[in-house]
């Protein structure tokens, strides 16, 4: 099989998309579920590599536990203490909770996305899949209205994202965007890997990995422990990661790209993104497979935005006002 071409199937109950470019052996499968990156491969000679390390199955697509691949809107990672004030006004998001409060990665993991379109054509394979639930009252604490679309997009270079948020409700509203793929190799070990991180800022967090407030919340990489310092790229080794990075440094397109290679096959990921802030996770605290895939997440904004001045012209939305954020990955084969 040569050229682009889409399907739809299923995956247990679910609806999977299935992206192919078959001039380059390259694979991506979509869920309707979450609008969900189940699986990214790549074929060299014989061998079928699995690049993202995705949900195993249905059942964990419906769980989502460590939250793989997740799409996160429209607020990534975590807000302190589930509450927010935004326009004078404070938002609980947990109410009528006291203890063990938090909340993280957005609304939309467990929500069922609309079809809006999928074609291929001699250039590409893309797909869009959209959501018009986040509404006042479906969310607690949440009483904006966001309407959400996902592009995938498989062409020449990889596979990229173009996620929209439009506001369709009557007054400004807070929210961002954040993706959380776990990227692997087969057949050799994380701490080989090859790590590079185009920052000249550590986000330094509390025990909660809660952002600390200010410009406390920025260290310069010359001052941050060594083994996080990954300006140049450099085996991950034994070290744990579970940080962002911000000051993201362009290449000269303009995008910024977080780098993983494999030494064993050569083959090379860059995610990238145009701007935000990049968050590096380990894998050290999942629930299955600890430290066999990386979690490279770009992010408009910060973990706990809402509650930041500094990130206020960020995450706002005006009435009838959309924005895009754009990211990707790029596969290199050796």
Not at 155 to 174: F, K
Request: aromatic share 8%; glycine share 8%; hydrophobic share 40%.
């Amino acid at each position: 099989m040569s050229g682009f071409g889409i399907d739809e199937t299923q995956w247990g109950s679910h609806d999977m998309f299935v992206l192919r470019d078959g001039q380059r052996g390259r694979c991506a499968r979509v869920a309707r579920r979450g609008a969900n990156l189940v699986s990214l491969e790549q074929v060299v000679g014989d061998v079928t590599h699995t690049l993202v390390d995705g949900y195993r199955d249905a059942e964990e697509l419906v769980r989502c536990p460590s939250s793989r691949s997740a799409i996160m809107a429209p607020f990534a990672n975590r807000i302190a203490d589930a509450r927010y004030t935004f326009d004078g006004k404070t938002h609980d998001m947990q109410p009528g909770v006291e203890a063990q409060r938090g909340i993280r990665h957005g609304f939309v993991r467990s929500l069922d996305f609309e079809l809006v379109s999928a074609n291929a054509d001699g250039d590409r394979a893309q797909l869009t899949l959209g959501t018009s639930v986040i509404r006042p009252g479906a969310f607690p604490g949440y009483p904006f209205a966001i309407d959400l679309a996902v592009t995938y997009t498989l062409d020449a270079s990889g596979l990229s994202l173009a996620v929209s948020m439009r506001n369709v409700g009557n007054e400004a509203a807070p929210c961002f965007f954040g993706w959380h793929p776990y990227f692997r190799f087969d057949g050799s070990e994380l701490d080989s890997w090859e790590l590079q991180i185009p920052a000249t800022r550590l986000v330094r967090t509390s025990p909660e990995l809660i952002p600390l407030p200010g410009q406390d919340a920025f260290q310069p990489l010359e001052q941050a422990p060594k083994e996080l310092d990954f300006r140049q790229p450099r085996p991950i080794g034994a070290v744990k990661i579970d940080h962002a990075f911000a000051g993201l440094v362009h290449d000269a397109d303009g995008r910024v790209r977080t780098r993983l290679r494999d030494p064993a096959s050569g083959l090379r990921l860059s995610m990238w993104q145009e701007h935000g802030v990049v968050l590096v996770f380990t894998a050290d605290t999942v629930s299955r497979d600890v430290r066999r895939s990386v979690a490279l997440e770009p992010m408009e904004s910060m973990s706990n935005a809402f509650n930041r001045t500094d990130c206020a012209d960020t995450i706002r939305l005006e009435p009838g006002a959309e924005r895009v954020f754009r990211c990707g990955v790029e596969i290199e084969r050796a």
